[in-house]
């Protein structure tokens, strides 16, 4: 088949970029995969972010963005399948088949009986986005857990006293809340057992963000905090070995579904390298982490505090909990979601 796939937001190299472009790699290789986008340069960044093949992969004119009507039309008859990932909005095809993805729980969708009746599947990433998204379309939805590969725990990897927190530093109302955990952490580094740990923030960084990423500097000043933007896939990697604890606060003080945590793939990643999750206790978390089994949820910042002091301060209990981790996060696979596309489009 002849196969396109469009996501707006390529250039954020988020979990959505991720989720896109492993089905446009895994789909490469029996089909015609090219992506709506206008640098070609975004090839070689995919691969070195996400560690992804997409050398059978191509790049066409992003006419989602430019073009008018017409030529969107125009363009998408060509297409037997284009997946689109959707930025709120539902872009017009003519292509055979369509698929739409949602990411983010929309409240409220413009939604077109015929633009609606040219998709044969609508996706989304997580039980809670579908379950917060306009009734009219997540009704019609199912889910597809996004792809995490299993990083793993070499034997000879040693753990450091290190805590670990992967998030975009962007100012999006401080979406991965980094201010929030370097709070917690000040309180945490007052206790005997964790006087000689680190924490260590990984994301990636937009110039745009720049002044926001500064602020959170100088709010852990003096503290042993660590900030390594933009880093390479091989370095996170390393870095999720190496790091005991792993922490997230996405949607921690907010009651808006679109500033929550949409699924929480750093979360998975860090699970499968037997970093210990302790992440906040809302949007798609708890699908993820089985409280107390493979990780620790927590409500408030005294929760994260006293979760972290009692984790570090009881092996026994840090390494069952490591080794539930490590399990549950084999439920994410790359080989479960391949295969949950492959059987969607199955006879298309």
Not at 11 to 20: A, F, S
Not at 179 to 200: N, S, T
Not at 234 to 255: K, P, Q
Not at 293 to 320: M, N, Y
Request: glycine share 8%; net charge neutral.
């Amino acid at each position: 088949m002849k196969i396109g796939l469009y996501n707006p937001y390529y250039d954020g190299l988020g979990g959505g970029e991720r989720y896109t472009l492993t089905l446009a790699s895994h789909w490469s290789v029996t089909h015609d995969v090219s992506l709506f986008w206008d640098d070609p340069n975004i090839l070689s960044i995919s691969e070195s972010r996400f560690g992804l093949d997409l050398s059978r992969v191509r790049v066409t004119p992003n006419v989602f963005k430019n073009g008018n009507i017409f030529e969107k039309l125009w363009v998408s008859r060509k297409y037997d399948l284009i997946f689109f990932l959707s930025d709120g909005s539902i872009p017009m095809s003519l292509a055979r088949h369509n698929i739409l993805h949602f990411q983010v729980p929309f409240p409220s969708i413009l939604t077109d009986p015929w633009k609606m009746g040219r998709y044969d599947a609508v996706i989304c990433n997580s039980q809670f986005t579908k379950n917060s998204i306009d009734a009219e379309v997540g009704l019609k939805a199912m889910v597809i857990y996004p792809p995490v590969p299993s990083i793993g725990l070499p034997k000879t990897v040693k753990k450091k006293k290190r805590i670990l927190s992967v998030g975009r530093f962007t100012s999006y109302f401080q979406a991965k809340k980094q201010d929030v955990l370097i709070d917690a952490f000040r309180q945490v580094y007052q206790h005997a057992a964790l006087a000689d740990w680190e924490l260590v923030f990984v994301g990636g960084l937009m110039d745009s963000d720049r002044e926001y990423y500064q602020k959170l500097q100088t709010q852990a000043f003096g503290l042993p905090v660590r900030f390594m933007p933009n880093i390479s896939n091989a370095e996170l990697i390393n870095m999720y070995r190496t790091s005991t604890i792993y922490w997230h606060a996405a949607g921690f003080g907010v009651t808006n579904p679109v500033l929550m945590e949409h699924f929480g793939i750093a979360t998975v990643e860090a699970m499968s390298a037997g970093a210990v999750p302790l992440v906040y206790a809302a949007g798609g978390q708890p699908e993820i982490v089985m409280d107390g089994v493979s990780g620790e949820l927590w409500s408030s910042v005294k929760e994260l505090v006293d979760g972290t002091i009692a984790l570090v301060t009881d092996p026994v209990r840090l390494k069952r909990v490591q080794k539930g981790a490590m399990e549950r996060s084999v439920m994410f696979s790359t080989d479960r979601f391949t295969r949950a596309f492959d059987g969607l489009i199955a006879g298309w």
